[in-house]
């Protein structure tokens, strides 16, 4: 069971690679565009932490604190994405501070995902 808990981190893991390497790739283009590939990491993201977040065969109390800390982020994230999405749809551009704020959230994401214990 354990190492089926160790696969699922790593797919958490690459859900964050997959969001902050299409943001880096965006960033560099200097593209200020909100992708598909974004979202589909944060979905993977998502639902592997909460994959995760199942008490389901450890022998430790889950860090709640933590688990919610990381939620809120991802919340935040998806709502940047969502309404950065929709503004891309509409006017064709995406407002700079949107895109900016992803990068750095999905970073924060992905350390308090490793650094916290």
Avoid: C
Avoid at 74 to 79: F, P, Q
Wanted: overall charge positive.
């Amino acid at each position: 069971m354990e190492i089926l808990r160790h696969v699922v981190v790593l797919v958490h893991l690459v859900g964050f690679a997959v969001l902050f390497g299409a943001w880096v790739v965006e960033a560099v283009a200097r593209r200020v565009q909100v992708t598909r590939l974004m979202s589909y990491g944060m979905v993977i993201a998502l639902l592997s932490g909460l994959a995760l977040a199942a008490p389901w065969g450890i022998d430790y109390d889950l860090n709640y604190a933590k688990i919610g800390t990381k939620l809120v982020v991802l919340i935040i994230i998806g709502a940047l994405l969502g309404i950065g999405s929709a503004r891309q749809k509409r006017t064709g551009a995406v407002p700079p501070v949107l895109f900016w704020l992803v990068g750095p959230l999905t970073l924060l994401n992905a350390a308090l995902a490793v650094l916290w214990r």
